[in-house]
């Protein structure tokens, strides 16, 4: 059986989700849901995806020459479920609709753990979202926290953890947002993203302080930890290796340009970093506090956790681990 996926926004996470579905054995893409008939619409139809619109923009579409299989209601109705990638704030009221045509619905970081009411990381809480009917796959950095703590509180134990957060001020195509010569503190301290780590972990004492700087490429992680349990850098760094969507770095690799470098080197599609990037020279361990440094590739790596989510959802695999194995060989992460 194949689950019918339909995706709602077509930008940055949108694209990358359907191509990652596309690719699955276990899933097909019935649709995809554009707001304007630009070259991301044009790309979508020549992908072979079926374009879908908001009602009264047919007319739009047609004059750029698009075809269009119907609105964002008509593709509500085809699907078993919907990965919902509009901006922040926008996907929340769609919840109306995706009752109305009675799909399940996957929304992304930027809305509120209480819309789902179930925020989802592969290794950390896949059981949690299966057969559910909402889900929100959490943000870019909330995934590259998750994935470290899950793997070293269960190997571990996680008595306190303390990270600084050096947040990409835009992404690479995106040309309204900044700084483009300024770091931005976020003043609020500590800043949102401990509390939403806890979405997913509610076990981990966390608090995140966060700053903006002027970089579109990748966040940088600093982190700081308390383990419970005396261990060596070495036993760390075995333990996180472990993890798939981990990736541990080195061999003169000195900033995130040069870990994007090795994503074009490695052909990934868009030069996408789907794993966490841990430095091993960073993994240090001294009277269980533990220090690392990881970059975490902000476009790319909520996208393997958006396909395991539908697989928990829909019910087509119970297993996490096998989920998260199948979902890799496809992507080939
Ligand atoms: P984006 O702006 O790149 O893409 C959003 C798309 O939705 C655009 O194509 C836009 O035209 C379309 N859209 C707008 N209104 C719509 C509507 N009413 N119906 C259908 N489509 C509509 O945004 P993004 O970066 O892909 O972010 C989407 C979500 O993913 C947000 O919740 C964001 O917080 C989250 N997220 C983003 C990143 C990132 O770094 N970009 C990382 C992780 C999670």
Request: proline letters at 4%; hydrophobic letters at 40%.
């Amino acid at each position: 059986m194949s689950v019918k996926v339909v995706v709602n926004g077509y930008g940055t996470i949108g694209k990358r989700v359907a191509d990652a579905a596309a690719l699955q054995s276990d899933m097909e893409v019935l649709g995809v849901a554009k707001t304007r008939p630009n070259f991301e619409a044009r790309m979508a139809l020549e992908k072979g995806y079926p374009l879908y619109v908001l009602a009264g923009r047919e007319p739009d579409f047609e004059a750029a020459g698009m075809e269009v299989s119907g609105t964002v209601e008509d593709m509500l109705e085809i699907g078993d479920v919907v990965v919902d990638c509009t901006p922040n704030k926008i996907a929340a009221p769609n919840k109306a609709l995706y009752d109305a045509a009675g799909i399940k619905a996957m929304w992304q970081g930027g809305e509120d753990h209480e819309l789902a009411g179930i925020s989802f990381n592969a290794h950390s809480n896949y059981d949690e979202a299966f057969g559910c009917d909402y889900a929100r796959v959490v943000s870019c950095n909330t995934t590259g926290l998750s994935r470290v703590l899950s793997t070293l509180d269960a190997e571990f134990g996680v008595e306190k953890v303390r990270a600084t957060l050096c947040r990409r001020s835009a992404d690479p195509g995106d040309i309204k947002k900044g700084p483009i010569n300024a770091i931005v503190p976020e003043l609020k301290m500590p800043s949102h993203h401990g509390p939403d780590v806890k979405t997913v972990l509610p076990g981990i004492d966390i608090d995140t302080v966060a700053i903006k700087v002027p970089t579109t490429l990748m966040h940088l992680h600093i982190v700081n930890m308390d383990l419970k349990e005396a261990c060596t850098s070495e036993d760390v760094l075995e333990a996180l290796d472990e993890n798939s969507r981990i990736r541990i770095i080195g061999e003169g690799m000195a900033s995130t340009a040069e870990v994007m470098e090795l994503a074009r080197d490695m052909n990934r599609p868009r030069s996408d970093m789907w794993e966490n990037c841990i430095w091993e020279e960073s993994v240090s361990v001294s009277d269980c506090e533990l220090y690392l440094f990881q970059a975490i590739h902000q476009e790319s790596d909520v996208i393997p956790e958006n396909i395991d989510c539908i697989r928990a959802m829909t019910e087509i695999e119970s297993d996490a681990v096998r989920s998260i194995t199948m979902t890799n060989k496809a992507m080939g992460l």
